[in-house]
């Protein structure tokens, strides 16, 4: 279905944003896109050579020079966590592998110290930068919320001092005694509660309430005016009337009494308003009063007054109030930085912290095992009484298994928790019978050092320590049960599983296992098994619950530990059926599981290494760390410590088929490792113990299964393997027979319980790799000598090994996992064979071993042998292959050994080797960084850097490896690299290469001691070349594949970034702000986003080094700068500002030419910016004001570049005739203008409230500029064309200053239109300035306006004085007036909105997020605005009431703060100015462009609301003006008094009781000042424009009929009544006069505020009250632009045309009586007869001769009624306005207006023509309303035609009456009668 036609022509949401988008685009394409010009930086090194003396001579020597201390080379000494390090002495250590290993873990720490380091980040990284601004409490009247207790109380108090007489009295309502009207009723009268108060200037006031109890005064009476009190019988019996000057009012008392009482006190009150108003005061000092007509200074007048306050204003000076501003400031950056991180990502900024390389552990566990305990028990003596234990020793194994990855996942920690009489059944010499056989008497060197450890401590242990990497809940902790070999596992069984509890049982079992221990107590079968979830199911805490409550037996079948896993998978899945199946035994186990305590004592790592903290001797039970598997696709960290364990897993023997030998049923496998095969060897002491035995043995034996030939075995034997291992290290495995039954004769030989059926052995090295996994090995029957030798798979030809039996045919029946934990072996033979041919190239590596081969090497010239065999091409070839099979290695062992392959790789760099190999060396180190990375751990690589590596240069050749890499980097970047994968790499990972090129250089230029040479000689011509052309090759890699790889491109620019920042410490500074340029001139302007991204990164990487400001040479030229006009080009972006101030002037540039791109680019320049000179802020180093100054000093071509774009920074909207409270009324007829309102679109059939009729805007008192139009077109090299209406620029013709102003929207259009003109016909300005090509129209948002204002005030509060007053005295008129309009700009946008405020804020912008603010939060909203955010805000009310209303406090805090200071800098500067530029700013007694724009500043922070604080340093500043610049107020235009007096008068309303003292001050000096400017004569000026001012504020609604205006009025008089040298002058009396008059203006309002909604009687009481001041021309103006506005709101727009009529006519009948217009208001008697009856009636009085309007004051006042009526669509009426307007256009010769003039005519008359024709013009509807009843009063019966708009229903009258009448007497009191019989009264 189609749009509807009028549907199609509504703008959607979202339309405005896509037309400022297009706009953009626009203006974007129309601008020639020309590349930034490059400037070659200052030859920095020669400067500074040339200028040393000067640098060294500055007071601030230390921010223009390089400190020589910036970096130092730390060798920092490596910790240990172990009391000792775990690296044994690698003296006698062959094989480069291992030796780099041990190099690695023991080396300390290379650490290159950037003693600045902390200033080369961000401005949030600075030290103390975190460390938060003291926040001053501000109070701001709009958070002032009056409590009513605290207001009830106040008011008592106040009434016990101040009210003389209260009591109830009834009175008549004004509209009655207006009728005249004799017969009134007590009921028609309302009843009021009455206050007779005393004021503070001693007059006196009536007060009444609704009753005795409510707080808010009803009305005020003046008595000041009281002329007389008489009894009134007419009006009632106790009636009694006061007459005042201007009216009379009646009121009526109870009682005859109370009426006589209430007479006798006001007419006493009479007296003594008679007795002061007659009285001269202080007549004892009239020696010391001057004369009357003498004049004197001010502050010499204010000398002699009485009053505290004004003798304190009497010694105010700039100076003082100056230095008064000063106290107490803040740091404004300090303040601004909480709203800076809101939206910013401050972790993208900061650096990775890198900390030293170390142990790694997951969750921390320590496990005590308490007890075992089984139904089977025995009771045993046990000293003097008998205790129950176990039966026999239990050999107990705890480990943890994963089910998820269905591996093991620790190693088994065997621990003892048997009785001691239990323990003691098994004798030691049948525990040590192994170990005694294999003793040879030697000393045994094989057993590692365990230091002065206890044997005897370590033997009984039973906690240890878990770590557990991945914790997740399906990791279980398997307890294994074994027990002492006894006969089958079933028959031993039968004892634990016995239901029937018999004690005997179990002595029994324990008499028969005493005599079974005494024989093999040495070997164990399995019994039972137990486990439990280490953590909870779903939180994943530690189940700390220490029972294991089910134990099951162990199945012969089911020993391994995939069987053991596929069991606790079923108890996970709680597989009932499966775990039925296996038998429980009675028992239970108890652990205690609980988190690692910090500094846990005692403690032993997994090789027996003490931990700190360690005291001696052990104050606790030895804890063992347990260590962890984890699996190989778990990720890894290097290696850091020494440790070199390997444990063998014997799994299965495969016996079932073996005939050798008759016996081998009970088969035992006992382990050993040796170091020989010679038949005197003996078995290496290496193995780790079981509990009781010592800490290393010689043996270990695995459980023996009873009757079984194939026996599965689970046990796990740990070995330290030595650190020298070599090819005759091998595992031994005995098999033996072991014989379970007991002799029946007696007591045998041992060899009967043992047998011998077989050995099988495994080299640990093969081929240099250590054996791991699984095996499968043959047995043989024997073990002759030199089995080592031997051959399985046959006797070739030559082989002399021995003659081995093998069982069951060579067949492989031993199967054996072997698992190496080592940090110094790898299992990887790349890897290995890599090392190896390493260790050919370096001639130091003899050879250590003591082997044969090694013996040979030993005698021959090692370092000849090596050079030949280097320098030969096959060599080389094959080291490239081991480097190229490299790739194959897993990064997991990559990780691993991270240290000493990365150590290696990058020695061989330097070596002698072809290109060949380092480019091959190239791509592996390619290949391990991306590798790593891409496991998440790129902090290893970060740590290798800082902490690991060393440099290293060529022994031979000399070479570097920062030399070597530039070369072959850049080798690998070329284009001829078909390896895309490998480039994209690189360019991810490059700022791993550049940091260990900048480290070289280091250690380079520190270890040659080549850092103290000219930077120009430190490094070699050709490496400078390598390096520049690296940059470019990366650069170019960057451009060319931003959008194919994103992620690396960016890695490469920010790596490039910060290799170009840190080359500035070492190399030639000249050179690398070349590279600079070099990286900058690759971008073009009009380039993507990313590009922008990228470049504005670096550029903040750049700039954040920490020797900016230094590199920057603030304010350092060669030759002195004599005259303050020579600093002219600091403030311009000249090739020599950009020269000497490279970077500052880069960054700059860039913003200047960013600010033409899309906001995503503009945010980003400006984000640089804000954040550079926000770290320049918050230097420690730079905290001085005069060094600020210096750095803001790189800074000042910002001015010119944010006044360029000032236009940008203001919400532009349509001229519109708006009223509010800021309305400029003037005494000399001086309004506000519209700008050529003919050609702005307005809606044509405008609804209530659509639009506002308002021409005076009180919010500048700028005045025109020029009339003539114009349009952006074919500026440049571009065009915009198609531009709206709204887009057009105009403005008013030159009309006399004295007589015009203009709005701030027409401020814009003019001052745009000269921008526009001056960039035609300059383009450069005296400033400096240099303007755009194109002025930019599309807005800023509110971030962005922000940010650039932020920065702009940052420089003004820091610029230096003299600076400043050098840039103003070169700036054009036009750039001073954009200059001050910044200023009004920044107090607009750092204007503290209110908690209030700032709630509606947040809970708006959470319910909408698509919302966005306002550019420029303006003091009356867009078209529609408030009408649109109240209906949104309305529907979302039930989600807003869910929202908290309290505001963060601290952040209303900060905003507040913020707020004033903005305020104070903005005042420093433009007190600045006023005391400086007098001369400009008196100009035609101030009646110029620069003083109208100053004092809108000044103006503004009363129109705004300021903090308390604030408010009082501009009330000083606003003294100090009218000390200065009388002659423009006093005796120049009346709007800048007016505007002042106006301000100071909502002022006197303020909640804030300072405030209002202050402004009472202000506003007493203004009359005192004018009184003495005139010679003391009068102060008509100011008297005029109070009355006018306060007519204004009272028609804006503003309420001043309280307490608190009344008391200002009272402490205006008391200053007249107190000021000494004033009483015998006509000043006390014409201030109390003026007094009066307001409050008789007060008293005529009062009527107002109760018909405030109920829009017709508001307008009929100002009207009425407009036709009172028919005399009075001013007044009359002003209350009819008041009824125009209530007019406009309510939509009659007719109305309000017709109000702008009359004050046209007013005007012409003005200028009729100075004979200027001769017709006068006559002239408007063909549009309505009415208005010469009503505006003929004036009549000149003393404020007549401070009017001054003008010609062009009626024909503003003409084009606005024409602009009206056409609105209102009363087209036929225009060509009478039109008669009137354009004799004067002809007068003028404005032909262009004359153009206009005629072309809206015409437009006009064919709207007649075309709605004559169709007849459908809508102007009202009307509606006949009749009231009856006693509460109408006079209106009971009258009938009223109600006007109401365009198409209203009875319906919408209807309902909108009766909730007006039923709000104001209630609900059940109106009846609505829509009929039209007859009402019955």
Same mark, same amino acid.
């Given at each position: 279905?189609?749009?509807?036609?009028?549907?199609?022509?509504?703008?959607?949401?979202?339309?405005?944003?896509?037309?400022?988008?297009?706009?953009?685009?626009?203006?974007?394409?129309?601008?020639?896109?020309?590349?930034?010009?490059?400037?070659?930086?200052?030859?920095?090194?020669?400067?500074?050579?040339?200028?040393?003396?000067?640098?060294?001579?500055?007071?601030?020597?230390?921010?223009?020079?390089?400190?020589?201390?910036?970096?130092?080379?730390?060798?920092?000494?490596?910790?240990?966590?172990?009391?000792?390090?775990?690296?044994?002495? /690698?003296?006698?250590?062959?094989?480069?592998?291992?030796?780099?290993?041990?190099?690695?873990?023991?080396?300390?720490?290379?650490?290159?110290?950037?003693?600045?380091? !902390?200033?080369?980040?961000?401005?949030?990284?600075?030290?103390?930068?975190?460390?938060?601004?003291?926040?001053?409490?501000?109070?701001?009247?709009?958070?002032?919320?009056?409590?009513?207790?605290?207001?009830?109380?106040?008011?008592?108090?106040?009434?016990?001092?101040?009210?003389?007489?209260?009591?109830?009295?009834?009175?008549?309502?004004?509209?009655?005694?207006? $009728?005249?009207?004799?017969?009134? /009723?007590?009921?028609?009268?309302?009843?009021?509660?009455?206050?007779?108060?005393?004021?503070?200037?001693?007059?006196?006031?009536?007060?009444?309430?609704?009753?005795?109890?409510?707080?808010?005064?009803?009305?005020?009476?003046?008595?000041?005016?009281?002329? =007389?009190?008489?009894?009134?019988?007419?009006?009632?019996?106790?009636?009694?009337?006061?007459?005042?000057?201007?009216?009379?009012?009646?009121?009526?008392?109870?009682?005859?009494? =109370?009426?006589?009482?209430?007479?006798?006190?006001?007419?006493?009150?009479?007296?003594?308003?008679?007795?002061?108003?007659?009285?001269?005061?202080?007549?004892?000092?009239?020696?010391?009063?001057?004369?009357?007509?003498?004049?004197?200074?001010?502050?010499?007048?204010?000398?002699?007054?009485?009053?505290?306050?004004?003798?304190?204003?009497?010694?105010?000076?700039?100076?003082?109030?100056?230095?008064?501003?000063?106290?107490?400031?803040?740091?404004?950056?300090?303040?601004?930085?909480?709203?800076?991180?809101?939206?910013?990502?401050?972790?993208?900024?900061?650096?990775?912290?890198?900390?030293?390389?170390?142990?790694?552990?997951?969750?921390?566990?320590?496990?005590?095992?308490?007890?075992?305990?089984?139904?089977?028990?025995?009771?045993?003596?046990?000293?003097?009484?008998?205790?129950?234990?176990?039966?026999?020793?239990?050999?107990?194994?705890?480990?943890?298994?994963?089910?998820?990855?269905?591996?093991?996942?620790?190693?088994?920690?065997?621990?003892?928790?048997?009785?001691?009489?239990?323990?003691?059944?098994?004798?030691?010499?049948?525990?040590?019978?192994?170990?005694?056989?294999?003793?040879?008497?030697?000393?045994?060197?094989?057993?590692?050092?365990? &230091?002065?450890?206890?044997?005897?401590?370590?033997?009984?242990?039973?906690?240890?320590?878990?770590?557990?990497?991945?914790?997740?809940?399906?990791?279980?902790?398997?307890?294994?049960?074994?027990?002492?070999?006894?006969?089958?596992?079933?028959?031993?069984?039968?004892?634990?599983?016995?239901?029937?509890?018999?004690?005997?049982?179990?002595?029994?079992?324990?008499?028969?296992?005493?005599?079974?221990?005494?024989?093999?107590?040495?070997?164990?079968?399995?019994?039972?098994?137990?486990?439990?979830?280490?953590?909870?199911?779903?939180?994943?805490?530690?189940?700390?619950?220490?029972?294991?409550?089910?134990?099951?037996?162990?199945?012969?079948?089911?020993?391994?530990?995939?069987?053991?896993?596929?069991?606790?998978?079923?108890?996970?899945?709680?597989?009932?059926?499966?775990?039925?199946?296996?038998?429980?035994?009675?028992?239970?186990?108890?652990?205690?599981?609980?988190?690692?305590?910090?500094?846990?004592?005692?403690?032993?790592?997994?090789?027996?290494?003490?931990?700190?903290?360690?005291?001696?001797?052990?104050?606790?039970?030895?804890?063992?760390?347990?260590?962890?598997?984890?699996?190989?696709?778990?990720?890894?960290? !290097?290696?850091?410590?020494?440790?070199?364990?390997?444990?063998?897993?014997?799994?299965?023997?495969?016996?079932?088929?073996?005939?050798?030998?008759?016996?081998?049923?009970?088969?035992?496998?006992?382990?050993?490792?040796?170091?020989?095969?010679?038949?005197?060897?003996?078995?290496?002491?290496?193995?780790?113990?079981?509990? &009781?035995?010592?800490?290393?043995?010689?043996?270990?034996?695995?459980?023996?299964?009873?009757?079984?030939?194939?026996?599965?075995?689970?046990?796990?034997?740990?070995?330290?393997?030595?650190?020298?291992?070599?090819?005759?290290?091998?595992?031994?495995?005995?098999?033996?027979?072991?014989?379970?039954?007991?002799?029946?004769? $007696?007591?045998?030989?041992?060899?009967?319980?043992?047998?011998?059926?077989?050995?099988?052995?495994?080299?640990?090295?093969?081929?240099?790799?250590?054996?791991?996994?699984?095996?499968?090995?043959?047995?043989?029957?024997?073990?002759?000598?030199?089995?080592?030798?031997?051959?399985?798979?046959?006797?070739?030809?030559?082989?002399?090994?021995?003659?081995?039996?093998?069982?069951?045919?060579?067949?492989?029946?031993?199967?054996?996992?072997?698992?190496?934990?080592?940090?110094?072996?790898?299992?990887?033979?790349?890897?290995?064979?890599?090392?190896?041919?390493?260790?050919?190239?370096?001639?130091?590596?003899?050879?250590?071993?003591?082997?044969?081969?090694?013996?040979?090497?030993?005698?021959?010239?090692?370092?000849?042998?090596?050079?030949?065999?280097?320098?030969?091409?096959?060599?080389?070839?094959?080291?490239?292959?081991?480097?190229?099979?490299?790739?194959?290695?897993?990064?997991?062992?990559?990780?691993?050994?991270?240290?000493?392959?990365?150590?290696?790789?990058?020695?061989?760099?330097?070596?002698?080797?072809?290109?060949?190999?380092?480019?091959?060396?190239?791509?592996?180190?390619?290949?391990?960084?991306?590798?790593?990375?891409?496991?998440?751990?790129?902090?290893?690589?970060?740590?290798?850097?800082?902490?690991?590596?060393?440099?290293?240069?060529?022994?031979?050749?000399?070479?570097?490896?920062?030399?070597?890499?530039?070369?072959?980097?850049?080798?690998?970047?070329?284009?001829?690299?078909?390896?895309?994968?490998?480039?994209?790499?690189?360019?991810?990972?490059?700022?791993?290469?550049?940091?260990?090129?900048?480290?070289?250089?280091?250690?380079?230029?520190?270890?040659?001691?080549?850092?103290?040479?000219?930077?120009?000689?430190?490094?070699?011509?050709?490496?400078?070349?390598?390096?520049?052309?690296?940059?470019?090759?990366?650069?170019?890699?960057?451009?060319?594949?931003?959008?194919?790889?994103?992620?690396?491109?960016?890695?490469?620019?920010?790596?490039?970034?910060?290799?170009?920042?840190?080359?500035?410490?070492?190399?030639?500074?000249?050179?690398?702000?070349?590279?600079?340029?070099?990286?900058?001139?690759?971008?073009?302007?009009?380039?993507?986003?990313?590009?922008?991204?990228?470049?504005?990164?670096?550029?903040?990487?750049?700039?954040?080094?920490?020797?900016?400001?230094?590199?920057?040479?603030?304010?350092?030229?060669?030759?002195?700068?004599?005259?303050?006009?020579?600093?002219?080009?600091?403030?311009?972006?000249?090739?020599?500002?950009?020269?000497?101030?490279?970077?500052?002037?880069?960054?700059?540039?860039?913003?200047?030419?960013?600010?033409?791109?899309?906001?995503?680019?503009?945010?980003?320049?400006?984000?640089?910016?804000?954040?550079?000179?926000?770290?320049?802020?918050?230097?420690?180093?730079?905290?001085?004001?005069?060094?600020?100054?210096?750095?803001?000093?790189?800074?000042?071509?910002?001015? &010119?570049?944010?006044?360029?774009?000032?236009?940008?920074?203001?919400?532009?909207?349509?001229?519109?005739?708006?009223?509010?409270?800021?309305?400029?009324?003037?005494?000399?007829?001086?309004?506000?203008?519209?700008?050529?309102?003919?050609?702005?679109?307005?809606?044509?059939?405008?609804?209530?409230?659509?639009?506002?009729?308002?021409?005076?805007?009180?919010?500048?008192?700028? !005045?025109?500029?020029?009339?003539?139009?114009?349009?952006?077109?074919?500026?440049?090299?571009?065009?915009?064309?198609?531009?709206?209406?709204?887009?057009?620029?105009?403005?008013?013709?030159?009309?006399?200053?004295?007589?015009?102003?203009?709005?701030?929207?027409?401020?814009?259009?003019?001052?745009?239109?000269?921008?526009?003109?001056?960039?035609?016909?300059?383009?450069?300005?005296?400033?400096?300035?240099?303007?755009?090509?194109?002025?930019?129209?599309?807005?800023?948002?509110?971030?962005?306006?922000?940010?650039?204002?932020?920065?702009?005030?940052?420089?003004?509060?820091?610029?230096?004085?003299?600076?400043?007053?050098?840039?103003?005295?070169?700036?054009?008129?036009?750039?001073?007036?954009?200059?001050?309009?910044?200023?009004?700009?920044?107090?607009?946008?750092?204007?503290?909105?209110?908690?209030?405020?700032?709630?509606?804020?947040?809970?708006?912008?959470?319910?909408?997020?698509?919302?966005?603010?306002?550019?420029?939060?303006?003091?009356?909203?867009?078209?529609?605005?408030?009408?649109?955010?109240?209906?949104?805000?309305?529907?979302?009310?039930?989600?807003?009431?869910?929202?908290?209303?309290?505001?963060?406090?601290?952040?209303?805090?900060?905003?507040?703060?913020?707020?004033?200071?903005?305020?104070?800098?903005?005042?420093?500067?433009?007190?600045?100015?006023?005391?400086?530029?007098?001369?400009?700013?008196?100009?035609?007694?101030?009646?110029?462009?620069?003083?109208?724009?100053?004092?809108?500043?000044?103006?503004?922070?009363?129109?705004?609301?300021?903090?308390?604080?604030?408010?009082?340093?501009?009330?000083?500043?606003?003294?100090?003006?009218?000390?200065?610049?009388?002659?423009?107020?006093?005796?120049?235009?009346?709007?800048?008094?007016?505007?002042?007096?106006?301000?100071?008068?909502?002022?006197?309303?303020?909640?804030?009781?300072?405030?209002?003292?202050?402004?009472?001050?202000?506003?007493?000096?203004?009359?005192?000042?004018?009184?003495?400017?005139?010679?003391?004569?009068?102060?008509?000026?100011?008297?005029?424009?109070?009355?006018?001012?306060?007519?204004?504020?009272?028609?804006?609604?503003?309420?001043?009929?309280?307490?608190?205006?009344?008391?200002?009025?009272?402490?205006?008089?008391?200053?007249?009544?107190?000021?000494?040298?004033?009483?015998?002058?006509?000043?006390?009396?014409?201030?109390?006069?003026?007094?009066?008059?307001?409050?008789?203006?007060?008293?005529?309002?009062?009527?107002?505020?109760?018909?405030?909604?109920?829009?017709?009687?508001?307008?009929?009481?100002?009207?009425?009250?407009?036709?009172?001041?028919?005399?009075?021309?001013?007044?009359?103006?002003?209350?009819?632009?008041?009824?125009?506005?209530?007019?406009?709101?309510?939509?009659?727009?007719?109305?309000?045309?017709?109000?702008?009529?009359?004050?046209?006519?007013?005007?012409?009948?003005?200028?009729?009586?100075?004979?200027?217009?001769?017709?006068?208001?006559?002239?408007?008697?063909?549009?309505?007869?009415?208005?010469?009856?009503?505006?003929?009636?004036?009549?000149?009085?003393?404020?007549?001769?401070?009017?001054?309007?003008?010609?062009?004051?009626?024909?503003?006042?003409?084009?606005?009624?024409?602009?009206?009526?056409?609105?209102?669509?009363?087209?036929?009426?225009?060509?009478?306005?039109?008669?009137?307007?354009?004799?004067?256009?002809?007068?003028?010769?404005?032909?262009?207006?004359?153009?206009?003039?005629?072309?809206?005519?015409?437009?006009?008359?064919?709207?007649?023509?075309?709605?004559?024709?169709?007849?459908?013009?809508?102007?009202?509807?009307?509606?006949?309303?009749?009231?009856?009843?006693?509460?109408?009063?006079?209106?009971?019966?009258?009938?009223?035609?109600?006007?109401?708009?365009?198409?209203?229903?009875?319906?919408?009258?209807?309902?909108?009456?009766?909730?007006?009448?039923?709000?104001?007497?209630?609900?059940?009191?109106?009846?609505?009668?829509?009929?039209?019989?007859?009402?019955?009264?």
């Amino acid at each position: 279905m189609s749009e509807r036609k009028f549907a199609q022509g509504l703008i959607r949401p979202g339309s405005a944003a896509l037309m400022r988008e297009t706009v953009s685009q626009a203006v974007r394409e129309s601008e020639v896109m020309t590349k930034p010009k490059q400037v070659e930086p200052l030859d920095y090194e020669t400067f500074v050579l040339k200028n040393r003396n000067v640098l060294e001579g500055d007071s601030d020597r230390d921010m223009l020079v390089f400190p020589n201390d910036d970096i130092q080379l730390k060798k920092m000494p490596r910790r240990f966590r172990t009391t000792k390090s775990t690296v044994p002495p /690698s003296d006698n250590v062959s094989g480069l592998f291992v030796r780099e290993c041990l190099k690695s873990y023991s080396s300390n720490w290379s650490v290159l110290h950037w003693k600045y380091e !902390p200033y080369s980040g961000s401005y949030a990284q600075l030290p103390r930068s975190d460390i938060p601004e003291e926040l001053i409490p501000q109070v701001y009247e709009v958070d002032i919320e009056h409590d009513a207790k605290e207001d009830e109380s106040a008011l008592k108090r106040t009434m016990s001092r101040t009210v003389t007489k209260a009591g109830y009295l009834y009175l008549t309502p004004d509209r009655q005694q207006e $009728s005249g009207r004799i017969n009134i /009723s007590v009921k028609s009268m309302k009843k009021r509660f009455f206050y007779l108060k005393q004021q503070v200037d001693t007059s006196y006031v009536l007060e009444y309430h609704k009753d005795d109890k409510k707080l808010e005064a009803k009305g005020i009476i003046y008595l000041d005016s009281l002329v =007389d009190v008489v009894k009134n019988p007419k009006r009632g019996k106790f009636a009694f009337e006061l007459r005042m000057q201007e009216r009379a009012l009646t009121l009526s008392a109870d009682s005859e009494q =109370d009426a006589d009482s209430w007479m006798t006190i006001l007419r006493r009150v009479l007296e003594v308003e008679r007795r002061v108003s007659t009285a001269v005061s202080y007549s004892s000092f009239e020696e010391n009063i001057p004369s009357a007509g003498r004049s004197e200074s001010l502050h010499e007048s204010l000398r002699q007054s009485r009053n505290p306050e004004l003798q304190k204003y009497a010694c105010e000076t700039e100076r003082s109030i100056r230095e008064a501003r000063q106290e107490g400031r803040q740091r404004l950056y300090k303040l601004y930085r909480h709203e800076m991180q809101k939206n910013e990502r401050l972790e993208d900024e900061e650096e990775p912290k890198v900390d030293f390389y170390g142990e790694r552990f997951g969750m921390r566990l320590l496990i005590k095992c308490e007890d075992l305990t089984f139904r089977l028990l025995v009771s045993l003596p046990h000293g003097d009484k008998h205790t129950v234990c176990q039966v026999e020793p239990y050999f107990t194994t705890l480990a943890l298994y994963d089910i998820r990855e269905e591996c093991k996942i620790s190693e088994d920690f065997h621990f003892d928790i048997n009785d001691p009489r239990v323990r003691d059944m098994i004798p030691k010499d049948i525990q040590m019978a192994p170990e005694m056989l294999n003793a040879n008497g030697k000393m045994d060197r094989s057993q590692p050092d365990i &230091g002065s450890l206890d044997e005897e401590w370590l033997q009984f242990r039973n906690q240890a320590l878990f770590s557990v990497m991945r914790p997740h809940p399906e990791i279980y902790l398997v307890v294994r049960i074994e027990k002492v070999l006894h006969g089958s596992l079933t028959q031993s069984m039968e004892p634990y599983v016995n239901k029937n509890n018999d004690t005997r049982l179990g002595l029994k079992v324990h008499r028969q296992m005493s005599g079974v221990c005494q024989r093999l107590g040495h070997y164990r079968m399995p019994l039972a098994w137990a486990a439990r979830p280490l953590l909870k199911p779903f939180t994943q805490e530690i189940d700390t619950y220490s029972e294991f409550t089910t134990i099951y037996r162990q199945d012969q079948a089911t020993l391994t530990d995939a069987d053991l896993i596929k069991y606790l998978g079923y108890l996970k899945q709680k597989r009932v059926d499966k775990l039925s199946k296996l038998q429980s035994i009675p028992g239970s186990i108890q652990l205690t599981i609980e988190p690692l305590t910090p500094n846990l004592p005692n403690c032993l790592t997994p090789s027996l290494v003490p931990v700190r903290p360690f005291p001696e001797p052990p104050t606790n039970p030895v804890t063992y760390e347990v260590q962890e598997f984890l699996p190989e696709s778990t990720s890894s960290y !290097p290696y850091t410590s020494y440790m070199n364990n390997l444990y063998v897993y014997p799994l299965h023997l495969k016996y079932d088929t073996q005939k050798s030998f008759t016996k081998a049923r009970n088969i035992a496998c006992v382990i050993e490792f040796r170091d020989s095969d010679s038949p005197d060897a003996t078995p290496l002491k290496c193995i780790y113990g079981r509990p &009781g035995m010592p800490a290393f043995v010689r043996t270990a034996s695995a459980a023996v299964l009873h009757h079984c030939t194939a026996p599965p075995m689970y046990e796990e034997v740990k070995v330290a393997l030595p650190l020298q291992l070599h090819e005759r290290h091998h595992i031994l495995f005995r098999f033996y027979h072991v014989s379970c039954e007991s002799p029946k004769a $007696s007591i045998k030989k041992r060899e009967n319980v043992e047998t011998a059926v077989g050995y099988a052995w495994i080299p640990i090295v093969k081929n240099g790799v250590v054996t791991v996994d699984e095996q499968n090995i043959f047995v043989a029957q024997d073990l002759p000598p030199g089995y080592l030798t031997s051959d399985p798979q046959g006797f070739g030809k030559g082989y002399a090994g021995p003659i081995i039996k093998w069982i069951d045919n060579t067949k492989a029946l031993l199967r054996v996992y072997l698992r190496l934990v080592s940090t110094v072996y790898t299992k990887d033979v790349h890897l290995q064979k890599f090392f190896a041919h390493c260790e050919k190239m370096d001639p130091a590596a003899e050879a250590i071993d003591n082997s044969e081969t090694c013996n040979v090497l030993k005698k021959a010239d090692l370092k000849t042998l090596v050079d030949r065999a280097v320098n030969t091409g096959e060599f080389q070839r094959q080291l490239a292959n081991c480097v190229k099979v490299l790739h194959a290695v897993e990064i997991g062992t990559f990780t691993k050994f991270l240290l000493p392959v990365l150590n290696q790789l990058f020695r061989l760099l330097a070596m002698d080797v072809n290109e060949d190999v380092a480019q091959n060396v190239i791509r592996l180190l390619i290949h391990v960084v991306h590798g790593i990375h891409a496991t998440g751990k790129a902090d290893i690589l970060h740590a290798y850097v800082k902490y690991v590596f060393i440099t290293t240069t060529g022994s031979i050749t000399g070479k570097t490896i920062h030399e070597e890499l530039a070369r072959n980097l850049t080798v690998a970047l070329r284009p001829a690299n078909a390896d895309l994968i490998l480039i994209n790499n690189l360019l991810g990972h490059s700022a791993f290469f550049f940091d260990i090129i900048i480290k070289s250089m280091a250690q380079h230029l520190m270890g040659s001691d080549r850092m103290k040479l000219p930077r120009t000689e430190r490094f070699p011509t050709d490496f400078q070349f390598r390096v520049q052309t690296l940059v470019q090759a990366i650069v170019q890699h960057i451009i060319s594949k931003y959008k194919e790889n994103g992620t690396e491109t960016h890695s490469a620019n920010v790596g490039l970034a910060n290799f170009i920042k840190r080359c500035f410490t070492f190399m030639d500074r000249n050179f690398v702000l070349k590279l600079v340029n070099l990286y900058m001139e690759k971008f073009s302007p009009g380039g993507s986003k990313v590009l922008y991204e990228y470049k504005f990164e670096f550029l903040r990487i750049v700039c954040a080094y920490e020797h900016y400001v230094a590199l920057n040479l603030p304010m350092v030229r060669p030759n002195a700068i004599r005259n303050i006009k020579e600093f002219y080009h600091e403030f311009t972006l000249s090739d020599d500002f950009r020269k000497h101030h490279f970077l500052s002037g880069l960054l700059l540039v860039e913003l200047k030419y960013a600010m033409r791109e899309y906001r995503d680019t503009r945010k980003l320049a400006i984000g640089v910016l804000r954040n550079q000179l926000a770290k320049h802020a918050f230097d420690d180093r730079y905290a001085s004001r005069r060094q600020q100054s210096k750095v803001v000093s790189l800074y000042l071509p910002f001015l &010119g570049i944010v006044l360029e774009n000032v236009n940008r920074l203001i919400l532009q909207q349509p001229p519109q005739m708006t009223s509010s409270h800021s309305s400029a009324i003037f005494a000399n007829g001086d309004v506000s203008s519209v700008v050529d309102l003919s050609h702005i679109s307005m809606p044509s059939t405008p609804q209530r409230g659509s639009m506002v009729l308002d021409p005076m805007n009180r919010s500048s008192t700028l !005045p025109n500029l020029g009339k003539e139009q114009v349009l952006l077109s074919h500026v440049g090299a571009g065009s915009l064309s198609n531009m709206t209406n709204a887009s057009s620029l105009s403005n008013v013709s030159d009309r006399s200053s004295a007589s015009s102003t203009s709005t701030l929207q027409e401020k814009d259009v003019g001052e745009m239109g000269d921008s526009l003109k001056n960039q035609i016909n300059h383009q450069r300005s005296p400033s400096g300035v240099q303007l755009s090509q194109v002025i930019r129209y599309d807005k800023l948002n509110r971030d962005e306006v922000r940010d650039l204002l932020i920065c702009f005030l940052y420089i003004l509060e820091n610029i230096s004085a003299e600076l400043l007053l050098g840039w103003w005295q070169n700036c054009t008129e036009t750039e001073l007036l954009n200059f001050f309009k910044l200023l009004e700009l920044c107090l607009e946008n750092f204007r503290y909105p209110g908690k209030k405020s700032l709630f509606m804020r947040q809970a708006f912008v959470e319910n909408n997020p698509q919302q966005r603010a306002l550019t420029l939060p303006s003091r009356k909203g867009p078209p529609g605005g408030p009408i649109r955010a109240i209906s949104t805000y309305t529907e979302r009310t039930t989600v807003l009431t869910s929202i908290s209303e309290d505001v963060d406090s601290h952040t209303a805090l900060l905003m507040a703060n913020v707020s004033s200071e903005v305020g104070l800098i903005i005042l420093d500067t433009v007190t600045l100015f006023t005391s400086n530029f007098k001369a400009q700013l008196q100009l035609n007694n101030g009646d110029n462009t620069l003083m109208y724009r100053l004092y809108d500043i000044h103006l503004h922070y009363l129109q705004t609301g300021q903090s308390e604080t604030l408010t009082r340093h501009v009330f000083a500043t606003f003294r100090c003006f009218i000390n200065s610049y009388p002659e423009a107020l006093f005796e120049g235009s009346a709007q800048l008094c007016g505007s002042l007096i106006y301000e100071v008068l909502r002022s006197c309303n303020s909640k804030l009781q300072n405030s209002r003292a202050d402004a009472c001050a202000l506003l007493y000096l203004l009359m005192r000042s004018n009184f003495e400017y005139t010679g003391r004569k009068n102060f008509t000026r100011v008297h005029l424009q109070t009355i006018i001012s306060v007519s204004q504020l009272l028609g804006e609604e503003v309420p001043l009929n309280n307490a608190r205006f009344q008391e200002s009025l009272s402490n205006i008089n008391n200053y007249a009544n107190h000021d000494k040298a004033q009483q015998l002058t006509p000043f006390p009396g014409e201030v109390k006069d003026l007094t009066k008059r307001i409050r008789t203006v007060l008293m005529a309002t009062a009527q107002m505020k109760e018909h405030e909604s109920d829009p017709e009687m508001l307008v009929d009481l100002q009207y009425s009250l407009a036709n009172s001041y028919a005399s009075t021309p001013e007044l009359r103006r002003t209350w009819l632009e008041n009824m125009a506005r209530i007019h406009c709101k309510n939509g009659n727009l007719s109305e309000a045309a017709q109000c702008y009529v009359h004050v046209a006519a007013l005007v012409a009948e003005y200028l009729k009586r100075k004979e200027i217009f001769l017709d006068g208001c006559s002239a408007f008697r063909s549009i309505s007869p009415n208005i010469e009856l009503d505006e003929s009636n004036m009549k000149e009085d003393a404020g007549m001769d401070d009017i001054q309007y003008t010609e062009d004051t009626l024909l503003e006042k003409l084009e606005m009624c024409a602009y009206g009526l056409d609105q209102a669509e009363r087209w036929e009426m225009m060509g009478q306005v039109y008669r009137l307007i354009i004799p004067l256009y002809e007068k003028q010769r404005n032909f262009q207006a004359l153009a206009d003039a005629y072309q809206r005519l015409h437009v006009a008359y064919s709207k007649v023509v075309d709605v004559m024709r169709r007849g459908m013009r809508l102007l009202g509807t009307y509606f006949k309303v009749v009231f009856y009843g006693q509460y109408f009063e006079l209106d009971d019966g009258k009938e009223f035609i109600y006007k109401e708009p365009k198409v209203t229903s009875l319906s919408e009258i209807s309902e909108r009456l009766r909730n007006l009448y039923s709000e104001k007497y209630g609900q059940d009191t109106v009846k609505l009668i829509q009929d039209s019989n007859d009402v019955s009264t």
